[in-house]
């Protein structure tokens, strides 16, 4: 079980909004910025957001990402079935020499 | 462009050693912090390694002690050599570039290679 908490799973339909959070501490999210990795079935991952709220040339501003105290979110307007993925936060944590602290995952589904 | 191939995955018996190169272009890996990351089966990511620019070395407790990250910056590749595997170990390993702006995230990541620890 991860320190960083996400949902499991989240569904919407095409076309409308989804979020999906990710709760930390003060340890973690609270003190350090956030990122967001999509993985589309049986491919690597891939940075769709980092510090915090940023997009990397390539993402699409459906896209977007907000941090609030020890939360972070995710969100995707416009759902594409092609947008089915999993979906992780990460960020440092205090407790870490070095690298990157995961969440748990969320498996988005396009209903 | 930058792009990360990794190779040298496969099947190993317990306690058995492998060696994973992450072959890099598009930029210097003596230049970046560069990590591995593991996903077991059906599980999320996990941080196992990195090393940074200037040599130094960190890994996660799982395999502190079993596990060594390396380069080699003539041929601009990095290795994690696994010694005393376990079953445990068996997942699919990434290299990924770790980037720094105001926090800290990787933005490059390789297509995976698969580990399989069984007898």
């Known amino acids: 079980q991860s320190v960083l908490t996400q949902p499991p799973s989240v569904s919407a339909a095409p076309g409308q909004k989804v979020t999906i959070s990710c709760s930390g501490t003060s340890s973690n999210i609270g003190n350090n910025y956030v990122s967001w990795y999509q993985q589309l079935p049986g491919t690597a991952p891939r940075l769709l957001i980092y510090d915090n709220d940023k997009r990397p040339s390539g993402i699409p501003d459906r896209f977007s990402g907000s941090k609030s105290g020890t939360s972070a979110t995710l969100g995707i307007t416009g759902l594409q079935t092609g947008d089915e993925a999993d979906y992780y936060c990460?960020?440092?944590?205090?407790?870490?020499?070095?690298?990157?602290?995961f969440g748990g995952g969320t498996k988005l589904t396009v209903l | 462009e930058v792009q990360l191939v990794e190779s040298g995955g496969g099947l190993v018996q317990p306690g058995g050693s492998l060696r994973l190169s992450c072959a890099a272009s598009g930029f210097s890996v003596s230049g970046k912090y560069m990590s591995w990351v593991r996903q077991a089966p059906g599980k999320g990511l996990e941080w196992v390694s990195v090393i940074y620019s200037g040599g130094s070395t960190f890994y996660a407790d799982s395999v502190k002690g079993r596990f060594t990250i390396s380069r080699d910056n003539s041929k601009n590749t990095l290795y994690l050599q696994m010694n005393s595997l376990r079953g445990e170990d068996t997942a699919v390993y990434y290299c990924?570039?770790?980037?720094?702006?105001?926090?800290?995230?990787?933005?490059?990541w390789g297509q995976g290679s698969l580990v399989t620890v069984s007898s």
């Open positions: 990924a570039r770790d980037a720094y702006s105001a926090g800290y995230y990787f933005d490059y």
């Open positions: 990460g960020t440092w944590d205090s407790s870490l020499s070095a690298g990157l602290l």
